[in-house]
């Protein structure tokens, strides 16, 4: 498990949730709202004192069970599973009271999630075109959306969440395949999506010109579109931003522009209206040492906010 999920840029989250300071006030409540695998939590609860706690949240029920035999020895931990974006019902209908001194929300997938779940969130894999991060959730799943929705719905959920230009071309040859015959695997949707874009090889990407699979970006859309991911981002962080207690602090680390854009606006939004400040002017980005160390941390990008 481990091998497969590295905390991102472990030191910034601790220095900036206050968990590296001796000289702060006990008796703290911080909550890792996305806790996956529970790395994060793991590093949290090492510095934390006997009278802090810890609350760790997922939508995948799944992954949520890996955090719990992990980390579930401590009593200092408890264990939600829900949406982030809910994280004030769930403290709440949990009996967890009190303001918050500190939110983590890693968003995105996890490499569990990618790797080791029959979950059908990998264009490389012969697995059900699902991508629901929690199957008990009665929404559409990536195989209703591409069977059903129609081309011009398809064209927007690949242009807007994907960022891909030739979305209409996409959308077309998705809509004359299932014609003939429905999606129902992913390596089905990844192979259209690839004789749609021109190949399977992908185009170069970055300064030692290694290539993308042409469905990364589609596949990245659905996703977005199934778990409504920028919807839970905004909202996230109005859950999170209104629990917290005078100096507590948010922070955010997002994978794409499209999170990071909804970080960044909402924490300029929230300082011009004297909600809170920016801790962070600029996002923090992984030095070059974990990203050789840990690839995933390459796209990150790490943002802070404190409540006034």
């Known amino acids: 498990m ?6 991102v840029m472990p030191e910034e989250v601790l220095e900036l949730l206050g968990l590296a300071r001796e000289d702060r006030l006990g008796g703290g409540l911080y909550v ?64 967890i009271t009190g303001r918050v001194r500190g939110v983590l929300m890693d968003f995105g ?23 629901r991060m929690d199957r008990s959730e009665d929404v559409p799943t990536a195989a209703d959306i591409v069977n059903r929705a129609s081309e011009v719905e398809i064209a927007r959920i690949i242009y807007e969440y994907g960022e891909e230009g030739r979305s209409r071309r996409v959308a077309r040859a998705i809509c004359e395949r299932r014609r003939a015959e429905p999606f129902r695997l992913c390596s089905d949707l990844a192979a259209v999506v690839a004789r749609a874009l021109g190949g399977g090889g992908g185009r170069p990407q970055g300064k030692r010109g290694s290539h993308v699979h042409p469905a990364t970006r589609v596949f990245q859309a659905f996703r977005i579109e199934v778990n409504d991911e920028i919807g839970q981002v905004r909202r996230g962080m109005e859950a999170a931003m209104g629990m917290m207690e005078p100096g507590g602090r ?25 909600s809170f400040v920016a801790v962070t002017k600029k996002p ?7 990203v050789r160390s840990n690839p995933s941390s390459r796209s990150a990008r790490l943002r802070c906010a404190e409540a006034v």
């Open 32 to 95: 890792d709202a996305t806790v996956g695998p529970g790395g994060h939590s793991e590093l949290m609860l090492g510095r934390m004192r006997a009278d802090e706690r810890l609350v760790c949240i997922d939508r995948d029920a799944e992954t949520l069970e890996l955090a719990r035999e992990r980390l579930g020895g401590d009593a200092r931990c408890s264990f939600v599973h829900g949406r982030f974006s809910e994280m004030d019902r769930l403290l709440g209908d949990a009996g």
């Open 2 to 7: 481990t091998g497969l999920h590295s905390p």
């Open 284 to 290: 923090l980005r992984a030095t070059p040492e974990e």
């Open 250 to 274: 948010m922070v955010c680390i997002a994978y794409h522009s499209l999170e990071d854009r909804e970080v960044k606006n909402f924490i300029r939004d929230g300082t011009r209206a004297g």
């Open 109 to 131: 997938v996890s490499m569990l999630q990618l790797k080791h779940h029959d979950r059908g969130f990998s264009f490389l894999a012969d697995e059900p075109l699902d991508m």
